[in-house]
């Protein structure tokens, strides 16, 4: 039996305790359950009204959705409309149950009572799925053309959600759709609207169609506008703003980019945009869409300044509605016209302090928008001036902006790094890895402030409070410029005096971030490096650096242990080359840099996705590309960087750029000893390739002594001269042009090498000892070759069928099934299906991903294995099917794939 | 370019009515929720009534002790979605008779049936308060 529902409301709001809300719940749910399984008909009703309410609280119902479904089947009108909201409310497109409800919701769309045909359109509208759009469309379209306006006007946003399932069905509906706009119905002619600006979004045939039905769309609009007071649809003396916006809308697209609409449509609009009232709401949501449109189209100038002159009006409005609004606007209209907005700038920058975080974050955006050269230095002034008083949960989005901003116009170079720091000093835990990065870089490149820039930084640290990007940046600026600190080297104009630094002074502060709770142990790394590499420069504190190195050698964190335990045996071991191996960086390339940064948002992107890893493969083109143009000894070392990228991703995507690349950047110091394109400063040729030779061996042997777990753990330091040692330099280059051969063979085996490196993140061990072994096999294997077709193709995918087949085992094919995405839209959750007739077996192995990025920029492949138990007197066929999603739509597409090669 | 959910909430964010025209699991709704909640009635009577949360955009407006909140996506005009509150909460005033909590709460089924005459699949289909209730009072009156 059960309480009624009102008692159960009662339970509910008398909890207390979220525990009692829950006890209630569980006993309530328990009764559903048992008065569904008894088959309960005359409280089913009730009991679905329950559950609604469980739902909206948040608790499971699923086990009610069979009931929905019953109720809907039931003849009376009241089980039918509470099943109906159950359906909408419990259950979702995902769900299988929902499949069958098809045939209740046909028979329904056909009832001569308009309320249940009502119904079931909603009902439709609201969840159904691709397949159900499709089989009941033609009952939809139909209806579309019902005498009674309150069918029509649901069938109609019905019609929106079929198209969006099913955007093939556009080209049936545009007739239909025209005719709904000489509908008299305001409700009809909302929905049919929407349903025209659907098909215009969706297909650019029905754009042009409905281009020429511009003069109706102004001719609704007019009525709206001069038609008196119209009480039904009348909201504060504005008839039917709804309506109205929803026309703006629709002319927006139709017009932009199309003068001759635009023309049609300019006299309504500019009426419109004057004779709105502004002072209530309801006006000024009309007036925000029209300036919207207007600067959208192709307009004429005075409409232009019209519009630009209403968002004038709602930029000094007091409402803050109203100058949200206004802003966000704004921020579309600078594109157009940027001029008009900047006569604004001093009220945006106003409301960059507002009171009001959404306010604040659209004005932020705005300025950010506004900047150029010539306004940049006011602006990050009055921005800086902000960020030492805005409150913590606005600092890092202002953070990222301002460093954006200096980063994109700084004047020069000086003006650059005082703002850097500046902001370091402010917000420094705000600042990301790839800005301190490229502030860095910059410095590196700048060699006439240098010292300047270190002398800056010891200065700004002294307020150092925690802040990781200043630490960073000032520790490894004093490890590369530390004597200019202490001897006032390259002194500038009008620089600010020190007091005299010493010697001492400076390793404090590299003592202070090495000790320092708060640093992360990437900062220590920079720490310890700068330790290293003013070793030999300050000769009074070696004995000090020896020390606070040595202390690392048991740190817990393996980064940390391993350069404590590398730089201790490089300061007591290998004192004649310490000199040359600690000397100052080159200058670092700024090329390669961006393209590192490339290649890491390739990978950053792929490990995002959370796809399968062997998405890593298109990054692996990329690192390869140069290798081929440049000679030898730079290949090798661009293998290590390629190695050092690859292989640490899967496991440390944190702190591989810093730390990883600081170590690398020890080894980019020498690689001017081995790359002739760098020159290196001071020592000549040959001491410098011994000295790459025994850091090789050093790190070599500490990965021995520091016993395996290491070296399986860690990802990359030692990664590199493991892999250069073990190989002789000349086979490199070999083993690499092996790989970019584009044979069906190797690019196969590299397929697999990648796939198996990165699947197993720990073991992606050796990348050339897995090329060579998988090369090796792929060779020795496979059989007869096929050669490779293309198996399905439509408007944005292509599958294509690679093949290869065991000469000892002729039966069995194994297929390599690589998919592309040539459209302009992401798919995701894509999912591969294959059929074949009863005397083949079919294998399908997990895919590499399943997301496919837009315009054939990456693949998922997938291996298909495929058994003819009659090979040689039957050939395969194969029937696909793959559904996927584009915004969240479900798409599905199949096909047959006759054309294999024969003898397979 | 649509409404994605609406939702009904007392001053102590406890939710009274939610409609969703997108799929959530249950576990994200109610994070949603939370999250959202705690945003919007943290703010005050003179700051804006929307919020950015995630990708969506939360247009909110307090009526007494009910706080009714729609979001939105990214290209919806704020100002609409915020007259279409005063559409809704009129209708329901002129059905329940000055609608209160325990209104909605108690008939839950009928203030869905009117949010289902007005919105479809995150469209608005209808302003007409006459429109909107002729059928939900047919069914009251042949019960």
Same mark, same amino acid.
């Given at each position: 039996?059960?309480?009624?529902?009102?008692?159960?409301?009662?339970?509910?709001?008398?909890?207390?305790?979220?525990?009692?809300?829950?006890?209630?719940?569980? =006993?309530?749910?328990?009764?559903?359950?048992?008065?569904?399984?008894?088959?309960?008909?005359?409280?089913?009703?009730?009991?679905?009204?329950?559950?609604?309410?469980?739902?909206?609280?948040?608790?499971?119902?699923?086990?009610?959705?069979?009931?929905?479904?019953?109720?809907?089947?039931?003849?009376?009108?009241?089980?039918?409309?509470?099943?109906?909201?159950?359906?909408?409310?419990?259950?979702?497109?995902?769900?299988?149950?929902?499949?069958?409800?098809?045939?209740?919701?046909?028979?329904?769309?056909?009832?001569?009572?308009?309320?249940?045909?009502?119904?079931?359109?909603?009902?439709?509208?609201?969840?159904?799925?691709?397949?159900?759009?499709?089989?009941?469309?033609?009952?939809?379209?139909?209806?579309?053309?019902?005498?009674?306006?309150?069918?029509?006007?649901?069938?109609?946003?019905?019609?929106?959600?079929?198209?969006?399932?099913?955007?093939?069905?556009?080209?049936?509906?545009?007739?239909?759709?025209?005719?709904?706009?000489?509908?008299?119905?305001?409700?009809?002619?909302?929905?049919?609207?929407?349903?025209?600006?659907?098909?215009?979004?969706?297909?650019?045939?029905?754009?042009?169609?409905?281009?020429?039905?511009?003069?109706?769309?102004?001719?609704?609009?007019?009525?709206?506008?001069?038609?008196?007071?119209?009480?039904?649809?009348?909201?504060?003396?504005?008839?039917?703003?709804?309506?109205?916006?929803?026309?703006?809308?629709?002319?927006?697209?139709?017009?932009?980019?199309?003068?001759?609409?635009?023309?049609?449509?300019?006299?309504?609009?500019?009426?419109?945009?004057?004779?709105?009232?502004?002072?209530?709401?309801?006006?000024?949501?009309?007036?925000?869409?029209?300036?919207?449109?207007?600067?959208?189209?192709?307009?004429?100038?005075?409409?232009?300044?019209?519009?630009?002159?209403?968002?004038?009006?709602?930029?000094?409005?007091?409402?803050?509605?109203?100058?949200?609004?206004?802003?966000?606007?704004?921020?579309?209209?600078?594109?157009?016209?940027?001029?008009?907005?900047?006569?604004?700038?001093?009220?945006?920058?106003?409301?960059?302090?507002?009171?009001?975080?959404?306010?604040?974050?659209?004005?932020?955006?705005?300025?950010?928008?506004?900047?150029?050269?010539?306004?940049?230095?006011?602006?990050?002034?009055?921005?800086?001036?902000?960020?030492?008083?805005?409150?913590?949960?606005?600092?890092?989005?202002?953070?990222?902006?301002?460093?954006?901003?200096?980063? =994109?116009?700084?004047?020069?170079?000086?003006?650059?790094?005082?703002?850097?720091?500046?902001?370091?000093?402010?917000?420094?835990?705000?600042?990301?890895?790839?800005?301190?990065?490229?502030?860095?870089?910059?410095?590196?490149?700048?060699?006439?402030?240098?010292?300047?820039?270190?002398?800056?930084?010891?200065?700004?640290?002294?307020?150092?409070?925690?802040?990781?990007?200043?630490?960073?940046?000032?520790?490894?600026?004093?490890?590369?410029?530390?004597?200019?600190?202490?001897?006032?080297?390259?002194?500038?104009?009008?620089?600010?005096?020190?007091?005299?630094?010493?010697?001492?002074?400076?390793?404090?502060?590299?003592?202070?971030?090495?000790?320092?709770?708060?640093?992360?142990?990437?900062?220590?790394?920079?720490?310890?490096?700068?330790?290293?590499?003013?070793?030999?420069?300050?000769?009074?504190?070696?004995?000090?650096?020896?020390?606070?190195?040595?202390?690392? =050698?048991?740190?817990?964190?393996?980064?940390?242990?391993?350069?404590?335990?590398?730089?201790?045996?490089?300061?007591?071991?290998?004192?004649?080359?310490?000199?040359?191996?600690?000397?100052?960086?080159?200058?670092?390339?700024?090329?390669?840099?961006?393209?590192?940064?490339?290649?890491?948002?390739?990978?950053?992107?792929?490990?995002?996705?959370?796809?399968?890893?062997?998405?890593?493969?298109?990054?692996?083109?990329?690192?390869?590309?140069?290798?081929?143009? =440049?000679?030898?000894?730079?290949?090798?070392?661009?293998?290590?960087?390629?190695?050092?990228?690859?292989?640490?991703?899967?496991?440390?995507?944190?702190?591989?750029?810093?730390?990883?690349?600081?170590?690398?950047?020890?080894?980019?110091?020498?690689?001017?000893?081995?790359?002739?394109?760098?020159?290196?400063?001071?020592?000549?040729?040959?001491?410098?390739?011994?000295?790459?030779?025994?850091?090789?061996?050093?790190?070599?042997?500490?990965?021995?002594?520091?016993?395996?777990?290491?070296?399986?753990?860690?990802?990359?330091?030692?990664?590199?001269?493991?892999?250069?040692?073990?190989?002789?330099?000349?086979?490199?280059?070999?083993?690499?042009?092996?790989?970019?051969?584009?044979?069906?063979?190797?690019?196969?085996?590299?397929?697999?090498?990648?796939?198996?490196?990165?699947?197993?993140?720990?073991?992606?061990?050796?990348?050339?000892?897995?090329?060579?072994?998988?090369?090796?096999?792929?060779?020795?294997?496979?059989?007869?070759?096929?050669?490779?077709?293309?198996?399905?193709?439509?408007?944005?995918?292509?599958?294509?069928?690679?093949?290869?087949?065991?000469?000892?085992?002729?039966?069995?094919?194994?297929?390599?099934?690589?998919?592309?995405?040539?459209?302009?839209?992401?798919?995701?959750?894509?999912?591969?299906?294959?059929?074949?007739?009863?005397?083949?077996?079919?294998?399908?192995?997990?895919?590499?991903?399943?997301?496919?990025?837009?315009?054939?920029?990456?693949?998922?492949?997938?291996?298909?294995?495929?058994?003819?138990?009659?090979?040689?007197?039957?050939?395969?066929?194969?029937?696909?099917?793959?559904?996927?999603?584009?915004?969240?739509?479900?798409?599905?597409?199949?096909?047959?794939?006759?054309?294999?090669?024969?003898?397979? | 370019?649509?409404?994605?959910?609406?939702?009904?909430?007392?001053?102590?964010?406890?939710?009274?009515?939610?409609?969703?025209?997108?799929?959530?699991?249950?576990?994200?709704?109610?994070?949603?929720?939370?999250?959202?909640?705690?945003?919007?009635?943290?703010?005050?009577?003179?700051?804006?009534?929307?919020?950015?949360?995630?990708?969506?955009?939360?247009?909110?407006?307090?009526?007494?002790?009910?706080?009714?909140?729609?979001?939105?996506?990214?290209?919806?005009?704020?100002?609409?979605?915020?007259?279409?509150?005063?559409?809704?909460?009129?209708?329901?005033?002129?059905?329940?008779?000055?609608?209160?909590?325990?209104?909605?709460?108690?008939?839950?089924?009928?203030?869905?049936?009117?949010?289902?005459?007005?919105?479809?699949?995150?469209?608005?289909?209808?302003?007409?308060?006459?429109?909107?209730?002729?059928?939900?009072?047919?069914?009251?009156?042949?019960?």
């Amino acid at each position: 039996m059960g309480s009624r529902l009102r008692d159960m409301i009662r339970a509910v709001r008398a909890c207390k305790t979220a525990a009692e809300e829950r006890g209630v719940i569980a =006993k309530e749910s328990a009764n559903l359950r048992t008065a569904f399984k008894e088959e309960d008909q005359d409280y089913r009703h009730r009991n679905v009204a329950k559950l609604m309410f469980i739902h909206m609280l948040g608790y499971p119902t699923h086990f009610g959705q069979m009931e929905c479904l019953k109720l809907i089947a039931s003849p009376g009108f009241p089980e039918k409309r509470i099943g109906y909201l159950g359906l909408m409310l419990l259950l979702d497109e995902r769900q299988e149950v929902l499949m069958l409800v098809t045939n209740s919701l046909k028979n329904d769309l056909n009832h001569a009572n308009q309320f249940i045909a009502g119904l079931a359109l909603c009902a439709l509208g609201n969840i159904c799925t691709a397949e159900m759009a499709r089989d009941l469309a033609p009952e939809v379209e139909k209806l579309l053309h019902n005498n009674n306006s309150y069918i029509r006007k649901k069938a109609a946003l019905c019609s929106v959600r079929i198209v969006r399932k099913v955007p093939d069905l556009v080209e049936n509906l545009i007739s239909s759709a025209t005719s709904l706009l000489s509908d008299k119905h305001h409700g009809v002619l909302i929905a049919g609207i929407k349903l025209c600006t659907e098909l215009c979004e969706a297909n650019f045939s029905a754009l042009e169609h409905f281009r020429k039905q511009t003069s109706s769309l102004v001719r609704i609009l007019k009525n709206l506008v001069i038609s008196g007071y119209a009480p039904e649809y009348d909201v504060g003396g504005i008839t039917d703003p709804f309506l109205q916006i929803r026309v703006l809308r629709l002319l927006r697209l139709v017009g932009r980019g199309d003068a001759d609409s635009s023309d049609i449509m300019s006299d309504i609009l500019a009426q419109v945009a004057t004779n709105t009232e502004s002072n209530k709401n309801a006006g000024n949501a009309i007036l925000y869409e029209c300036v919207l449109t207007i600067m959208a189209i192709e307009a004429i100038g005075g409409l232009r300044v019209l519009a630009i002159n209403i968002l004038g009006r709602f930029l000094g409005n007091r409402d803050n509605n109203i100058r949200y609004v206004a802003l966000n606007t704004l921020i579309k209209v600078v594109a157009v016209d940027t001029q008009a907005v900047q006569r604004h700038r001093t009220t945006i920058v106003e409301c960059v302090k507002d009171s009001d975080i959404s306010i604040r974050r659209r004005a932020l955006e705005l300025v950010c928008a506004l900047v150029n050269e010539s306004n940049v230095k006011t602006l990050t002034k009055e921005l800086l001036e902000y960020l030492k008083v805005s409150d913590p949960e606005f600092k890092p989005d202002l953070t990222t902006k301002i460093c954006y901003l200096v980063q =994109k116009f700084f004047p020069n170079k000086r003006w650059y790094i005082d703002q850097m720091i500046k902001v370091m000093v402010e917000a420094g835990r705000f600042v990301k890895d790839d800005i301190s990065r490229a502030l860095l870089l910059l410095i590196s490149n700048a060699a006439e402030l240098q010292g300047y820039t270190v002398r800056s930084l010891y200065n700004a640290f002294q307020k150092w409070d925690g802040q990781e990007s200043l630490a960073q940046v000032t520790v490894w600026c004093i490890g590369e410029y530390g004597e200019m600190l202490v001897h006032h080297m390259n002194e500038l104009d009008g620089e600010e005096p020190v007091t005299q630094v010493t010697e001492a002074d400076t390793v404090d502060v590299l003592e202070l971030v090495l000790k320092d709770f708060r640093a992360s142990s990437t900062t220590r790394a920079f720490a310890l490096t700068a330790l290293l590499k003013v070793s030999s420069r300050f000769p009074s504190c070696t004995e000090r650096i020896k020390a606070l190195v040595l202390q690392y =050698k048991g740190s817990l964190v393996l980064e940390l242990q391993q350069r404590s335990i590398e730089f201790t045996s490089i300061l007591s071991k290998h004192e004649n080359i310490k000199a040359s191996l600690v000397e100052k960086m080159p200058v670092l390339d700024e090329a390669t840099y961006i393209a590192k940064k490339v290649d890491a948002a390739d990978v950053a992107f792929s490990t995002d996705s959370k796809s399968v890893p062997a998405t890593v493969l298109p990054a692996v083109p990329v690192a390869n590309g140069p290798t081929k143009s =440049k000679s030898g000894t730079n290949a090798l070392m661009d293998l290590l960087n390629l190695n050092v990228d690859e292989a640490s991703t899967p496991s440390a995507p944190q702190t591989r750029k810093s730390a990883g690349d600081v170590l690398l950047d020890l080894l980019g110091g020498n690689s001017s000893f081995t790359s002739p394109l760098v020159a290196s400063p001071v020592q000549g040729p040959s001491g410098g390739a011994d000295a790459l030779l025994d850091l090789l061996s050093i790190g070599n042997a500490t990965s021995q002594t520091t016993s395996s777990p290491l070296s399986t753990l860690e990802p990359f330091p030692q990664r590199n001269p493991e892999a250069a040692s073990q190989k002789p330099s000349n086979p490199v280059p070999d083993l690499l042009s092996q790989n970019t051969v584009s044979s069906q063979k190797d690019s196969y085996s590299s397929f697999t090498a990648d796939f198996k490196k990165s699947s197993i993140p720990g073991a992606g061990f050796d990348l050339l000892g897995d090329l060579g072994i998988g090369s090796a096999s792929s060779i020795s294997t496979t059989g007869p070759v096929y050669p490779p077709i293309v198996a399905f193709q439509s408007s944005g995918l292509t599958v294509s069928f690679e093949f290869s087949k065991q000469s000892t085992n002729l039966p069995a094919t194994v297929i390599h099934a690589t998919y592309t995405n040539t459209s302009s839209n992401t798919y995701t959750d894509v999912i591969f299906q294959a059929a074949v007739p009863k005397f083949m077996q079919l294998q399908l192995e997990p895919a590499s991903g399943n997301v496919l990025p837009a315009n054939s920029s990456g693949t998922v492949t997938q291996v298909i294995r495929v058994n003819n138990s009659q090979h040689g007197q039957k050939s395969l066929v194969m029937r696909i099917r793959v559904s996927y999603k584009i915004n969240g739509q479900e798409v599905l597409e199949q096909g047959q794939v006759n054309n294999f090669p024969p003898g397979l | 370019m649509a409404i994605r959910f609406i939702l009904l909430v007392n001053k102590q964010g406890q939710t009274r009515l939610a409609q969703y025209y997108e799929y959530l699991t249950l576990d994200e709704r109610r994070a949603l929720e939370g999250e959202i909640v705690r945003k919007c009635l943290a703010r005050s009577d003179n700051q804006c009534s929307f919020v950015e949360h995630r990708n969506y955009k939360v247009i909110y407006r307090r009526y007494a002790s009910l706080f009714f909140l729609v979001g939105v996506d990214g290209d919806e005009n704020e100002l609409a979605i915020l007259e279409f509150i005063h559409c809704v909460v009129e209708t329901m005033d002129r059905y329940f008779c000055n609608v209160c909590e325990l209104d909605i709460m108690n008939h839950l089924e009928k203030a869905h049936f009117i949010l289902e005459e007005m919105v479809m699949n995150g469209c608005i289909l209808e302003t007409n308060k006459s429109n909107i209730l002729a059928p939900i009072q047919l069914m009251d009156k042949s019960s």
